[in-house]
């Protein structure tokens, strides 16, 4: 076989599994807003498991990267297509707030990750439909979430943020 046929059957191959890990294992996303902050700050990066929302679990304290719902451009005047924030509401789950403290199901919800604890805006009273989950930002007073759009559905959940690789200085899991 001639070499050059070797090597375009070699970048053949290589791009095709490329695609095939991005279309449905791994994707990168970069981090446009500070809603996500002390997580996730502007400018960052994250790789993005899909494989563990296709074949695991959501819980509470997670980092997913969702399809952006229809109301993100008229309720916070965003047009970006996917969007990152933490799940704090599961399915069933009865959601209020008093003011800076959420109450998941009449408890407190225990918060250990690293967050804004201003609240600002009130979540109301909502109870999580079926197969939908409630995020919220970490920089809560300052996020455009669920408070504003309601929840999001899993079948518009691309995957879980499982690691910072960008900038060098922040690297590390989520």
Not at 50 to 68: M, N, P, Q
Not at 97 to 115: A, E
Not at 132 to 138: A, E, I, Q, V
């Amino acid at each position: 076989m001639h070499p050059a046929l070797e090597w375009l059957i070699v970048l053949v191959v290589a791009v095709g599994v490329s695609l095939f890990i991005r279309a449905y294992a791994f994707q990168t996303y970069y981090i446009p807003s500070g809603s996500m902050e002390p997580t996730l700050h502007i400018g960052d990066r994250i790789i993005v498991s899909k494989l563990s929302v296709e074949f695991g679990t959501i819980h509470i304290g997670d980092v997913v990267v969702f399809r952006a719902p229809p109301g993100v451009k008229v309720q916070c005047g965003d047009a970006v297509p996917d969007l990152v924030k933490r799940v704090i509401g599961l399915p069933g789950d009865h959601l209020t707030s008093r003011k800076n403290t959420i109450y998941v199901n009449g408890h407190p919800l225990k918060q250990w990750w690293t967050h804004n604890p201003v609240l600002g805006k009130p979540i109301g009273s909502v109870t999580v439909p079926k197969n939908s989950y409630f995020m919220l930002g970490d920089n809560e007073a300052n996020s455009c979430d669920s408070r504003y759009w309601g929840t999001v559905p899993r079948s518009d959940i691309v995957g879980k943020a499982i690691l910072r690789i960008w900038p060098l200085s922040r690297v590390g899991f989520l």
